[in-house]
């Protein structure tokens, strides 16, 4: 079945600097949510991606879409301490009715 | 407020119990998902309807556990004979869609969840 894997799954980052979170699936999807849990909270919604290649920025967040459909990126530039928090990709599968598969999640701390 | 309500936020229950949870999709959302997540996981899928079609459930839904969602408004989430492996938070999810596709699924707006506890 499907997998969704994310990496690493811990990133102590110092504030200021910029850091990466990848997601793969080990099948094919047809569209990918980022969502982000803050300690105690619920998920919250970041971005969808649905095209192949696609790039998408929101302020110093950029999310990216594979090419192959397979994996997907998020990258922050300029870490704040707003961004502590676990963050979630979720794939869908491409023979899926509505079953977003999450990942384990990263869990970032930012260092003051 | 007219976000995901979900009820009871708690509940603790003895092994071999059987709890139901409900979830309260914000309002004209026609789709509805249900996951569970334990600690240091991201969630977990359980099923998920569209309106009340129940389209697409996880294998946890072929034994101890069902759902529904009568009318296509409110749903529910039934664990028979709990087991103590049961305990997690159980998150109820919805969304908006008019039309069909990948790009159809849209923003998943979630509850605050309900916290089961198995002793």
């Known amino acids: 079945g499907q997998q969704v894997m994310q990496i690493p799954q811990y990133q102590h980052v110092q504030e200021g600097e910029d850091f990466t979170t990848y997601c793969n699936s080990s099948t094919t999807l047809s569209n990918i949510q980022w969502y982000k849990q803050r300690p105690g909270g619920h998920p919250v919604f970041l971005i969808q991606?649905?095209?192949?290649?696609e790039v998408k920025k929101q302020k110093r967040l950029t999310f990216q879409f594979g090419e192959a459909k397979k994996n997907s990126s998020l990258h922050i530039t300029a870490t704040q301490t707003t961004d502590v928090g676990t963050y979630f990709c979720a794939g869908l599968g491409t023979d899926s009715w509505g079953k977003f598969q999450f990942g384990a999640g990263t869990q970032v701390v930012v260092t003051p | 407020d007219t976000g995901v309500s979900q009820n009871p936020r708690h509940k603790i229950t003895k092994r071999g119990q059987n709890v139901t949870f409900r979830c309260d999709p914000i309002s004209e959302h026609n789709r509805l998902y249900w996951y569970r997540q334990t600690l240091g996981q991201g969630p977990e899928f359980l099923t998920y309807?569209?309106?009340?079609?129940?389209?697409?459930k996880s294998r946890l839904l072929s034994d101890r556990f069902s759902a529904e969602r009568p009318k296509g408004s409110f749903s529910t989430l039934e664990i028979q004979r709990t087991e103590q492996g049961d305990s997690a938070m159980y998150l109820c999810?919805?969304?908006?869609?008019?039309?069909?596709?990948?790009?159809?699924?849209?923003?998943?707006?979630f509850g605050p969840g309900t916290r089961l506890t198995v002793l």
């Open positions: 991606l649905v095209k192949s290649g």
């Open positions: 309807f569209q309106n009340e079609a129940q389209l697409e």
């Open positions: 999810a919805s969304s908006f869609s008019t039309s069909g596709g990948p790009s159809s699924y849209n923003e998943q707006f």
